[in-house]
């Protein structure tokens, strides 16, 4: 049994050596096979060529057809893995170590890419070994090079810890949405109902193949989320794709404002009812230089964007404009040497809550390639530490362009991984939240919680959202008699400091619109259309309020006689008639309603709850309807077309039973007299 053993061992050895034996391209070793000899060195000299223009497809393709004649050759073996590195980087592995395996010295950079290729392949201690083996080598006026292998092996480092402690997430490659060519840059919108994103598929609108990529000219596809799965993309067409380039580069949070780039600038197109305008040049401050990537923010208002901008930090950084009262965009600024490194950072996200900033770096505390990072921006202006999203969200490639939904359940990324469809796919992270105590329960509640699901519920609690302070305000806005949808303007007062922060139009043929509301304010939403009255909503939203999502019907009255309205935004201390200031953003509008309609007439109504006596709610609400008549009086608004009455708490409109039903109750409103 023993010598059986030594036996094998010896055998299996000696294969060992047999396979290690390099095996030159020669007229010597293939004497008998002259014309494929040939045949593989044109091969080799093809992808050789290929190789240094940068088409590694096709270098590949010809150094396979080498192989296929002579598979161990240290020199191929060693092409072929540096072109994977570059194409198809978790592949190079295998032809790097057989590349050194047959012949050690087959390169004097040979240790430097199999350390990059351990590193592809999550091995960090083998490329740790392999970058160290590399160092001594390097010639000592390389200062790059010597700064080169010091990053990587702090990448390797990275990499060990964040596979060690892998963040709660799971990554999922998105089949629906992806093809065997490359898919990227997604952007959604807040509410994750609808994503766009870039392809280089069949069915381009240039339609022709390059033959160098083996792909179609860049489009941009759409997909609708339906029952929790994507639709088939379908191509967004004319006048956003053209015969070019033409990519996904951010979205507004109503999914009505497209960023496009196009020609290296940023262009702008907008959602009118199921069609998108031509897309414009956003504006020649932020297109004076390069720009590659970029994201809304406070409700579209600001504009974080990558440039190659002079006075910059790094080869590429994150820089920021802010829109001002014209409309017109500010000159921008750098973000600042918290967020931007020396190396290059990419794809910006604000996050609809309008603090947490996700971006990719090669840069900070990367595992390799483009990793991606958030910041929060704190109560002083000045940006958290970038925090690493970990493992399994980032690998030692390249991982970009991350979104992430308004509740925070799924974030989508784009990144070149093993086993994906294509060359680049999207992928869905779902975030599982702080980890939970262990379950000591019988074995079918074990059980029961390993088959768990996660679900967009909002009663759900297996996803935790502790972090997100927002509120989305989502709906329909219809003419109250005909229920035909209405395209109108909803505005987004901060009532506090009596200041608009938002402005949108719900779409026309739909009538849908979305708002996203930070916590922490006061806002009153007002909804305005051509020859209907104005509808108002108010959402006093805490501070350490989490992430929920409100949906509204909203129907508009025409102006006609005896039509009521509830002013929502206008408010008093408890049992007080002063008007608080928060009410005048309410009220000017008011005024703007009677002054566009000279011949208006109405009347002003001050409602109470059944609490106290009714001599005294009857006194209040009079008091309170005065109050609001006579701001209007002093907004130039003739007395004549106003009256005010106080009716107390004989007209309610919700049960009085209740605390929501009373706070209904305690009300202003007005009624048209006459048109």
Known sequence: MKNNIILTLIILFTVQIINAQNVEFDKNTFKHDKNGLKEAQKAIKEGDIYFNNEEYYLALKSYKKAYNFNSNNAKLNF??????????????????????????????????????????????????????????LILPTDKGEFEEIRKRLEECKTGNELVKNPARAFVTNVKELNTQYMEHSPVISADESVMLFTSTRAGSVGGIMDPRRQDYDED??????????????????????????????????????????????????????????????????????????ASFANNDQMLYFVSDRP???????????????????????????????????ESPFMHPDGRTLYFSSKGHN?????????????????????????????????????????????GYLSSRREGGEGRHDIYMVTFLGPEKPMILSNEDNLLASFNQSI??????????????????????????????????????????????????????ATGRFLVSLPSGKNYGLAVKADGYLFHSENFNIPGATAYQEIEKEIRLNNIKKDVKIVLRNVFFDTGLAILKTESY?????????????PTLRIEISGHTDNTGSATTNNTLSKNRAKAVVDYLIAQQIDSGRLLFEGYGPTQPIADNKTADGRQQNRRVEFKVLSE
């Open 455 to 508: 679900t967009d519920n909002a009663m759900e609690k297996t996803v935790e959202l502790k972090t997100i302070r927002l509120t989305v305000v989502k709906g329909v806005i219809f003419d109250a008699i005909t229920s035909k949808p209405i395209e109108a303007e909803i505005e987004v007062v901060d009532n506090e400091k009596n200041e608009v922060v938002f402005c949108s139009i719900s779409n026309s």
């Open 220 to 293: 941009i596809y759409i997909s609708t989320k339906e029952k929790g799965k994507w639709s088939a993309p379908v191509n967004i067409g004319d006048p956003i794709n053209t015969k070019s380039f033409d990519a996904t580069v951010g979205l507004s949070a109503d999914g009505q404002s497209l960023l496009v780039f196009r020609d290296g600038s940023l262009h702008i197109s907008k959602l009118r009812g199921n069609k998108w305008n031509k897309p414009e040049s956003i504006s020649k401050e932020i297109n004076a230089y390069y720009v590659t990537s």
């Open 311 to 345: 006075n910059g930090i790094g080869g590429t950084d994150i820089w920021y404009s802010i829109k001002d009262k014209k409309g017109k965009w500010q000159m921008p600024v750098n973000l600042g040497a918290q967020v931007n490194t020396p190396y290059d950072e």
């Open 585 to 597: 953003p309410e009220l000017n509008r008011l005024a703007g309603v009677l002054k566009d309609v």
């Open 79 to 136: 092409k072929i893995g540096r072109t994977l590195l570059a194409e198809e980087p978790y592949n190079a592995l295998t032809y790097m170590v057989k590349a050194h395996q047959l012949y050690n010295s087959v390169d004097p950079k040979i240790f430097y890419y199999l350390g990059l290729a351990y590193q592809n392949n999550g091995k960090f201690d083998e490329a740790i070994n392999n970058y160290n083996n590399y160092r001594p």
């Open 366 to 410: 990367t595992m390799g390639g483009y990793d991606i990072f958030k910041t929060v921006k704190q109560d002083d202006g000045t940006w958290s530490k970038p925090e690493n999203l970990g493992h399994p969200i980032n690998t030692p490639y390249d991982d970009l362009a991350f979104v992430l939904s308004a509740s925070g359940r799924n």
